[in-house]
């Protein structure tokens, strides 16, 4: 379920300039991966993820606890299945049918797409209700308990996150500025790659 993730980045940048959002340069001697293996993605972080876990899974590439908040904005844009979110909607924890920090009204609605015995393996939700429009709702739901996954919702439980999230939500200038420059710095992330020969080959 985490696979998307990471490579979401890439998909976001290339979704973005066909959803009227921001541009940037991608440098030219970007290296391509040399390995894309479903082992890989175990490393990627998971939607159930917490701030602590996030944190250390960003830092770990040398991303910050603002290019944590910047770089969650990409989930203004695209889908989830069910099973990304589920554990949040029902049989949470032994005290808690639902995770208290969504929204009630919204679990009911997620409830709805997601049946209990869901036979619809597509089934899932929108990331926000404008996904194909890269703007700053994302933020704004955060702030009325409406993240979809609880590492969305997680960057309201440190002040200096929750900081963020309230400055992206007031501003969608101060949000793309902020996510352009994350995703450059997100794109420059080293580690086994390569120059290709062939493009679409490992070399
Ligand atoms: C902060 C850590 C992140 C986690 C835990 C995470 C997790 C996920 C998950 C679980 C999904 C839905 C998969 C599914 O059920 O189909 C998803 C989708 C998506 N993510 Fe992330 N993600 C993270 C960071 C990012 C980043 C950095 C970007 C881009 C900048 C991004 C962009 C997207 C997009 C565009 C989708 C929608 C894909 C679609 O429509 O198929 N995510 N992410
Ligand atoms: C259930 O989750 C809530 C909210 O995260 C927490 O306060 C509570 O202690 C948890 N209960 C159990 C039994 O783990």
């Known amino acids: 379920m985490e696979l998307p993730s990471m490579s979401m980045a890439f998909v976001a940048a290339f979704c973005l300039s066909s959803t ?9 001697g970007r290296k391509d991966g040399r390995t894309s293996k479903a082992s890989e993605t175990t490393q990627l972080p998971s939607p159930t993820f917490n701030i602590a876990q996030l944190q250390q899974s960003f830092s770990q590439r040398g991303l910050s606890l603002d290019d944590l908040v ?12 069910c099973s990304s979110f589920q ?12 995770d208290p920090s969504m929204h009630p009204s919204f679990a009911a609605s997620l409830r709805g797409v997601c049946p209990k015995k869901n036979r619809a393996k597509n089934a899932g939700a929108t990331m926000d209700p404008s996904s194909t429009t ?9 702030l009325q308990k409406k993240g979809l996954f609880s590492s969305d ?12 999230v309230t400055k992206f939500a007031s501003s969608k200038a101060t949000f793309n500025k902020a996510f352009v420059s994350s995703m450059i ?7 086994g790659q390569e120059v290709r020969k062939d493009c679409r080959v490992v070399n």
């Open 20 to 28: 009227g959002g921001p541009t940037w340069d991608v440098s030219k």
């Open 70 to 81: 910047a770089l969650s904005g990409g989930h203004t844009l695209g889908f989830s299945h």
């Open 87 to 98: 554990s949040r909607i029902r049989n949470f924890n032994a005290t808690h049918d639902i």
């Open 134 to 142: 890269f703007d700053n709702t994302y933020f704004k739901l955060i």
């Open 153 to 164: 919702q997680s960057l309201l439980s440190t002040p200096k996150t929750e900081d963020l």
């Open 185 to 191: 710095k997100m794109s420059s992330i080293t580690g």
